[in-house]
C-alpha cells in the first residue's frame, strides 16, 4: 500500500474517530470514547471530589481504549505486515457493531460505550502505522501545534509554503467527522453507528484485496 493510500485512509479514519467520538459525547454527557485527555482529567476530578460512582464511566472507557489499542496493537505485530491494516480494521469493525448490539439490548451506558472505545483505541493501531503523518484524535492536539510550527515556517520561509496543509486536514477531518456525527446521531440515535461499522469494513476488504495483490505479485 503506497502513502496516498495510507494517507488518505488516515484522514478517513480521523473523521470516523471524530463521527464516534461525537456521538460518545452525546451519549454520554460530555464524555468521549477516543479523546483519553478529557476522559483522564473527569477521573481526576471525580476522584477528587470523592464523586466515585461519576469516576466509574471515565476510568472505563480509558480502560476499554488501552485494551482496544493493546490487542489491535498485538495483532498489527502478530499477523504478517501487508496483513495488518486489514485485520485491525477488522477487528474494530466487530467491536463498533458490538458496541450497536449492545447499546440496543440495553439502556445502560457501560459495556457498549467499553467497546466504542475499544474500537477507537484498535483504530489507532491502524493509523500509528502512517508514519510522519499525525492522523487520529489523540494526535490532533499535536497536529495543530505542528499546523501552528508550519504556518509560521512558511510566513518566515523557513519551511515549505504548503507543509501546514496535511495538520490542516487532520484537524478539518475531525471537525466534519464529528459534526456529521452529532447530525447523524440525533436523527438516527445508535443506529448511527452502522455507518463507521460500514466504512470500517469496507477499508478492511479493500486493504485485505490490495494485500492479496502484492502477495501474488511476489514471485
Do not use: C
Amino acid at each position: 500500500m503506497n502513502r496516498s493510500w495510507q494517507v488518505g485512509t488516515g484522514l478517513v479514519l480521523t473523521g470516523l474517530a471524530g463521527y464516534v467520538d461525537a456521538i460518545g459525547f452525546v451519549r454520554l454527557g460530555g464524555l468521549y470514547t477516543s479523546f483519553m485527555s478529557g476522559n483522564t482529567t473527569q477521573l481526576s476530578v471525580s476522584l477528587a471530589n470523592g464523586a466515585f460512582q461519576h469516576a466509574a464511566l471515565p476510568a472505563m472507557l480509558v480502560t476499554g481504549f488501552l485494551f482496544g489499542a493493546t490487542l489491535g496493537s498485538g495483532l498489527a505485530i502478530v499477523v504478517p505486515r501487508r496483513w495488518a491494516t486489514a485485520v485491525v480494521l477488522a477487528y474494530e469493525t466487530l467491536l463498533i457493531l458490538a458496541a450497536l448490539a449492545l447499546g440496543l439490548a440495553t439502556p445502560e451506558l457501560g459495556l457498549a460505550s467499553f467497546f466504542m472505545a475499544m474500537a477507537m483505541g484498535a483504530q489507532n493501531a491502524v493509523l500509528s502505522q502512517v508514519k510522519g503523518f499525525r492522523a487520529g484524535t489523540t494526535f490532533v492536539t499535536g497536529a495543530l501545534f505542528a499546523l501552528a510550527q508550519k504556518i509560521a515556517e512558511a510566513f518566515t520561509r523557513t519551511g515549505p509554503p504548503f507543509g501546514w496543509i496535511g495538520d490542516a486536514a487532520v484537524w478539518g477531518a475531525l471537525l466534519t467527522g464529528a459534526l456529521v456525527g452529532t447530525l447523524a446521531y440525533g436523527t438516527y440515535e445508535l443506529y448511527a453507528l452502522l455507518v463507521p461499522a460500514l466504512v470500517g469494513g469496507t477499508f478492511a476488504g479493500v486493504a485485505a484485496v490490495l494485500s492479496a495483490r502484492a502477495t501474488t505479485a511476489v514471485p
